[in-house]
């Protein structure tokens, strides 16, 4: 069977509800200033739906006498987490800016492969990826969260998940699978309740409006392609030093982290790419987002959900007279900068709002100029995407799919000590990125 005609068949389609229902007092959940960042009504937030998926070989699986059984763990054990992530299970509500916490349910896939595993993970094809995903949650009047269990003749199985950035943003999608994960593998007994209302915590004084989200330039889905590159911890290390500046000063001495490493690999072979097609090097930004939790003060719950996430900007700037595109210690130690001081930042809870608006506001302007390449960065390393364990181990892989949209994703590779960067550019970009020397030799 060739790997790009791998036939996924759609078994069945339902929605889960809450085991529990949603008290009467907790029925609406009125939204947050920043969730409302991220609310359909922006021009193309309905693409914002991040999508991961978990796979399982059949090894994995070995233990579980009845396939059957297993899949009703895994249904029971959603039901029982959504009395918790109650929001998941309810309707966005465009006129009131809020979630009817109506108990509606998450959309629910079982899907089943006439093959087997091996072929996804061993060819890691990105069209074989995406056919594993027909989740279609995040609608603005749809359900907010979907779920796609697909089972392989061999046993293995894939896990998909996907939610509405509404009411979620990358810390609240690995608490709820992080939930669901512990509540199928242990039972309920020790799950943390998680806390939904962020208009409890922090007030909505005198805040600065919200600039419109400009509508990415020149985009059209059909021209997107999604690549995974993968470093492994070798090259991690010949990475960090390479982009390391033992001369530098302040925060520039410590050696980069693998995040900023890789992150200032892509941008350099960016600032090529665009190089290449406006004729000169251009004023350059890369942003990471954020999880802001540990930078407010008093200390939030441990299981505050919701979107708490800022931008972190690294700028390279140019007057017009640059000729080549910076080093990798350059960028590097733009981008060890904006963290360090990110880290350090501290924000009193009644200033959380306005500083998220404000630096949202900053970065929107930037999108909106011609002459300044703007490039959005996610990483998901460190999140516990790759502990989650259903009750038959860990999965031996945990990928994303393609974006209709340009960004870059990164994910911690196998081990822990490696990245796997998905880019998503469109095809010409794509085949101008993939040359670039350093991509070349260090990814494969």
Known sequence: METTTMEVKLVSTKMIKPSSPTPSHLRTLKLSSTDLLFAPKLEFASVSKPCVLFYYTADQTSNIIRPADRLQ??????????????????????DSHSI???DEGVEYLEAKVEGRLSQVILSRKDEMIDQLSHLAGGESMGPLASVQITRFDCGGLVVGFRLTHVVADAFTAASFVTSWATACREGTG?????????????????????KRLPFPKNVRPDEMVTRRFVLDGAKISSLKARGHDPAAVGSSLRQPSKVEAVTALIWRALMGVSQAKHGRIRTSVATHSKNLRPNIIPPLPPMLCGNLISTVTATFATDGNTEEVPDLKCLVGLLRDSFTKSKAAVIPREDVY????????????????????????????????CESDFGSGKPCWVSVISSPIKGFVLLDGEGG??????????????????????ILAFTS
């Open 354 to 385: 306005s500083s998220v608006i404000e630096t949202r506001n900053e970065m929107f302007e930037l999108l909106e100029k011609e002459d300044v390449d703007v490039f959005s960065f996610m990483s998901w390393c460190r999140f516990p995407f």
């Open 73 to 94: 763990e895994l249904e029971t054990s959603l039901s029982e987490t959504l009395t918790g992530f109650y929001p998941l299970a309810g309707r966005y509500m465009k």
């Open 417 to 438: 000590d490696g990245i796997e960067a998905w880019v998503s550019l469109n095809k010409p970009d794509m085949l101008h990125f993939q040359q670039d020397h350093l």
């Open 100 to 102: 009817d916490c109506n």
């Open 190 to 210: 020790k799950l943390i309740c998680p806390t939904f209302d962020l208009t409890s915590f922090f007030p909505e004084n005198d805040l600065p409006a919200m």
